[in-house]
């Protein structure tokens, strides 16, 4: 019996979504199939396009140190525009996380960013968003977190917005407060003070019931300075056990080597 002018339509699910396909085999089924499910595949994660809430598993809530943060900036951008809240921790981004994977990232080419958008909390994105890097201009910072991040978090109703994700975001950096966190256990900015890294660790875990992620970098002056710390959201914004594969980071601080929590460099 030939398959010529034999018509095949069949469903496939992939990353949680369902495409359908439909087509004419000279061939046979085999090549017929294995083509529509790769075609189905590619049409379940489609990175460059906007991505649905449920392509992704969790946020990455990262919030970095700018003193710490300075350590490497100065190094690798001629400088560092250090802010006056230099002793508190501030918002780095909030970003939609594929368990096992980094990203998804970019997910609407056509987004721009519009500085009008977030004029009315300029003055809270200042202090609490702080743009550090000497060389780059003044609304760099948030354009690249909009674009890169936001976009792929639009899914979700209070974020779907260039004004939603950051006016959100402000309000997540002030309900979980990564200062208030570790000096409610005795953890402060210090330029002599060094501390192991199982104390930050229990920090976290005593208020948070988590562990957190904690990025150093290298000083040959310091040694090892903390740079940011970072915790796992659900899609509700509330928190969760990170998945394993978050803490892969080649930043990772070294658990056998005391971290310095450096303060203001006034």
Partial sequence: RTLYGLALSFSATAAGRTCQTSGMSTKGVTILATIAVLSCAAQARPFGAKYRADVWDFFLFVQEHPSGNCESINQAHGGCAFPKNASTFTMHGIWPTLTGTLGPNYCDPSAIFDPSEIESILP???????????????????????????????????????????????????????????????????????????????????????????????????????????????????????????????????????IHYVGPWY
Avoid: R
């Fill in 124 to 258: 809270a994105l200042v202090a609490g968003w702080t743009n550090v890097l000497l060389d780059t201009s003044f609304y760099s910072f948030w354009s690249h977190e909009w674009l890169k991040h936001g976009t792929c978090a639009s899914g979700i109703a209070e974020m779907s917005t260039e004004f939603k994700f950051f006016n959100t975001t402000l309000g997540l950096l002030e309900k979980y407060n990564f200062t208030s966190v570790l000096e409610s256990n005795d953890i402060t900015p210090s330029n002599t003070t060094t501390y192991p890294m199982a104390a930050f660790t229990k920090a976290f875990q005593n208020i948070y019931g988590v562990e957190p992620l904690l990025e150093c970098t290298s000083s040959s002056s310091t040694g090892q300075v903390l740079q940011q710390v970072s915790i796992c959201l659900q899609k509700d914004f509330t928190i969760m056990a990170c998945d394993k594969s978050v803490f892969s980071s080649s930043s990772i601080c070294k658990s056998t080597e005391d």
